[in-house]
């Protein structure tokens, strides 16, 4: 079973950028696809992007569109979400979770989630 850790999150305005980091460890999610996704307090967890096994194939929502960026290194078990130009309704907290198949596909069963990481902008 893999096991994933989130980090790179923190508190920045408005306009800024972070980088956020999903590592894998407990076995290799190479062949899978990896998801980026948001909660925030009273909502459902929902997806922000998503990555193919080879990352050739990427899935970003309308709302993050140009400005986060998808990607992986395969090498390093690890997915990286870089956002960029960041407003307040990007707050929330971040989670990574790995598909069962090589690409994204909606109504995925993810079964457990890591503790994710924390991204507030303020305005």
């Known amino acids: 079973q893999v096991q994933l850790v989130e980090s790179g999150g923190g508190l920045v305005q408005a306009g800024g950028s972070l980088r956020l980091s999903c590592a894998a460890s407990?076995?290799?999610?190479?062949?899978?696809?990896v998801g980026w996704f948001r909660q925030v307090p009273g909502t459902e967890r929902e997806l922000v992007a998503a990555i193919s096994w080879s990352g050739s194939a990427t899935h970003y929502v309308d709302a993050v569109k140009g400005r986060f960026t998808i990607s992986r290194d395969n090498a390093k078990n690890t997915v990286y979400l870089q956002m960029n130009s960041l407003k307040p309704e990007d707050t929330g907290v971040y989670y990574c979770?790995?598909?069962?198949?090589?690409?994204?596909?909606?109504?995925?069963?993810?079964?457990?989630w890591g503790q994710g990481t924390q991204v507030t902008v303020s305005s």
């Open positions: 979770n790995v598909y069962s198949g090589s690409f994204y596909y909606s109504g995925a069963d993810f079964g457990s």
């Open positions: 407990g076995r290799t999610f190479s062949m899978n696809a």
